[in-house]
């Protein structure tokens, strides 16, 4: 039986997270490791279970759209309606970050942010009364193999957890980055890493 994703598991991951804690966690693509992403002591930990280079950015994950539009509120109307058309889903999106929010998450880039709002599945759908926002990163070593179930992720990083969350097998693919800082001033979108979501989709899917 799938492993369900519970309000008591949502209450655990909002003490941990407020407390600066680091949480391993399931979504719509790969187990993540994640943390308070205006808490820089937690995100140095984070890194450090990791061996994530210092400097890379990570990204700023809603379990919601509604909550990440409200704490976004520089966005423009036509940004909006970019969200609007992706999320909730698989995907990474790169955006202006005008207002220089989350620097824990944005590293050496606090002009850029990378926005996540997953498309749960049913038995991780808990998990959208969590209406914070959370750094996340996957739940690997740095420049290894994404984890699709808790087995795969390591040792090392399940033991420096603060809380682990089961959500049974995960589909594995990693999400799809979109590049979408020109998009406003010019509509222009580039795909830097192709995943979860395919090209195509996103060409069908994105205003034009």
Known sequence: MTPQIEPPDVVRLEQCVAGGGV?????????????????EQAAQR????????????????????????AALPELTDTERRALQALLPGPVTLLLANRAQRFAPACRT??????????????PLHGLSSFTGAIMQSSANLS??????SLVEVP??????ADLVLDGGELPGMPSTVIDLRDYDAARRWQI?????????????????
């Open 143 to 148: 420049g290894q193999p994404d984890a699709r």
């Open 192 to 208: 830097l890493r192709e995943g979860a979501l395919s090209s195509a989709e996103v060409q069908r899917m994105l205003p034009c």
């Open 23 to 39: 949480a391993v966690f399931p979504s719509d693509t790969v187990y993540g490791v994640c943390c308070d992403p205006e808490d």
């Open 155 to 160: 040792d090392s990083i399940l033991a420096g």
């Open 46 to 69: 984070l890194y450090e279970l990791k061996g994530r280079p210092a400097a890379r950015p990570a990204a700023v994950m809603f379990f919601a759209l509604e909550p990440a539009l």
């Open 109 to 122: 880039d606090p002009v850029t942010l990378g926005l996540r709002v997953p498309e749960l599945p049913q």
